[in-house]
């Protein structure tokens, strides 16, 4: 069967579905793209006039909506409309680490991916291509294919026809708009050659054809959960060798250095920080280890479960540093955090290390100054599950929001660098140590200060990887 791609629809406007559809778009002109919702307030961010209110913040991305939206990229609430209206559909729904039941802790909820395949059955014409997106475990296309093409669907009765892919994304957020206009590689899984084709055209209009990778169906899924797991391995590797450096007066980024100059080991994915945060490393590998546990490869299963337990390990010893410096405890002690997304260039917070840094200091009982560039108040009290002080009537809890780095060090004891934003590395430590208490210190957990200047200001310091 030919495809002639004249309109696209995507299932899921988040951090993955939002992004990708733009490129596509700005690519693609003569496609008409819906990008639709369950979430009616993230497409009304999604469709506002003002540019910087929209839902997510990527460098580039606001450029894109600019010149696409309301001309071939549509953000919609109308899923079923759009999906009747498609030739091919993306699945960009969450896929998060299932709560409860079976697997629970592990495996990933696919209960949205249904609920999306349900929709797409009942709805769509016929000959449609659909594709997967979302980072799902091995086999969930045969549960795709089989929810399509159930008797009990209207599908049946129609005799629609459906030709189901694996298109995995590589985006990292921060630098999405980059990634996705020059991605090292695309990758399809599937076995209908014309449905491929149909899928390689549209990246063909930016993407070399070199770049594009055909796979088998399952090779395409587990290469996603593979390559974030090793991504992740990498990090908590360095994360390991920064406590080693510690203790032994080595310096991890000189180490990073040495070994990443050796081709084999490469120099990418080898900076030391409070440990990997985001929406993905952590599901996955989860994911990973649940496989791995079903098909009865424990061992396989102990191993990646080790990346995620040093990363929590990692994470939770820099609260225990900044305690024991601070003479051992830290009750009502002032302290600065800078920085709450989980990596510069974002807003989001998911599986931020610095979620489970502020609660452990919290904890014990420190009142916090936190700032980040992008990440509001609200966002941070959802995280944190506390009101911020002013938004308290009680006025018993324990942190503050601040607009800008400086207010943080006003009569703190400590100021905390979790986040590698660019800003934290043009500090003016004259300024910090004269409004901060004293003996005052700083901790650099991203390696991103400029520590002879904090030092030369008076600041005790400690630099993660560094004895
Ligand atoms: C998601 C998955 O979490 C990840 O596993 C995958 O690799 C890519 O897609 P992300 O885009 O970051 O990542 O998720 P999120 O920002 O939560 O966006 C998903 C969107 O889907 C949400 O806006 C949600 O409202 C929407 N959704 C969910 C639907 O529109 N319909 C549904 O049935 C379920
Ligand atoms: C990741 C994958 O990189 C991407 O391919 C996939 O599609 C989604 O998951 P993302 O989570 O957006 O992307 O960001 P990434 O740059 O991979 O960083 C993940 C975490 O690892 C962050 O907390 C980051 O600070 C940390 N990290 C990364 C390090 O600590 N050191 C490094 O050298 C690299």
Redo the contacts with the bound molecule.
């Keep these: 069967m030919n495809f002639s791609i004249k309109n696209i629809c995507c299932i899921g406007a988040g ?2 579905g939002g992004p990708s559809m733009s490129v596509i778009a700005l690519n693609n002109p003569s496609i008409k793209v819906n990008v639709v919702d369950l979430n009616i307030k993230r497409i009304d961010e999604w469709n506002d006039n003002n540019l910087d209110k929209l839902p997510i913040y990527e460098p580039g991305l606001k450029e894109i909506i600019k010149l696409c939206r309301n001309k071939n990229l549509f953000f919609k609430t109308s899923v079923e409309e759009s999906i009747a209206e498609a030739d091919m559909i993306f699945i960009c729904v969450n896929t998060p680490t299932k709560i409860k039941g079976i697997g629970a802790g592990q495996a990933s909820d696919l209960i949205w991916v249904e609920a999306s395949a349900r929709q797409i059955a009942k709805h769509a014409r016929s000959n449609v291509i659909v594709i997967e997106k979302s ?1 799902i475990p091995v086999k969930t296309a045969l549960t795709i294919k089989t929810i399509l093409n159930c008797s009990d669907t209207e599908s049946n009765l129609n005799e629609k026809r459906f030709y189901v892919l694996s298109n ?9 708009i980059n ?1 996705l206009k020059n991605p090292d590689r695309i990758l399809i899984g599937g076995d209908d050659e014309k449905s491929i084709e149909a899928l390689e055209d549209i990246y063909k209009t930016w993407v070399p054809k070199k770049k594009i990778i055909r796979t088998n169906l399952w090779s395409s899924e587990l290469s ?1 959960l593979t ?2 797991a090793f ?2 391995q ?2 908590s590797s ?2 390991s060798i920064s406590a080693l450096c510690e203790s032994t007066g080595a310096n991890v980024d000189e180490v990073a250095k040495a070994i990443g100059s050796d081709s084999r080991i490469n120099p ?14 952590k599901k ?1 590998i989860l994911n990973l280890v649940y496989l791995c546990n079903f098909y009865g490869l424990q061992e396989v299963a102990l191993y990646w479960q080790n990346v995620l337990d040093l990363n929590y390990w990692q994470t939770k010893r820099i609260s225990k540093i900044i305690v024991n410096k601070l003479f051992g405890t830290i009750t009502e002690k002032k302290i600065g955090i800078l920085g709450f997304s ?3 260039d ?1 807003n ?1 917070t998911r ?3 610095s979620i489970t840094i502020c609660q452990d200091l919290i904890e014990e009982g420190a009142i916090l100054k936190i700032y980040d560039p992008k990440v509001s108040i609200y966002q941070i009290e959802s995280d944190l599950k506390l009101k911020e002080k002013g938004n308290n009537s009680s006025k018993t809890n324990s942190w503050e929001f601040h607009q800008n780095l400086y207010d943080t060090a006003h009569e703190s004891d400590a100021i905390i660098v979790l ?2 934003w660019e800003e934290f590395s043009n500090i003016d430590w004259v300024r910090i140590s004269s409004l901060m208490r004293k003996p005052s210190w700083v901790f650099d957990t ?1 390696r991103i200060i400029d520590r002879d200047k904090a030092m030369e200001s008076g600041l005790k310091t400690w630099i993660i990887g560094q004895g």
């Design positions: 951090y993955v980072t995995p994304e590589f985006l990292s957020e921060g630098t999405a990634d996603k390559a974030n991504l992740a990498r990090v360095i994360n990418k994915f080898l900076k030391t920080g409070p440990g990997f945060g985001g929406s993905c490393f996955d989980f990596k510069a974002t989001d599986e931020s290390p986040t590698e991203r």
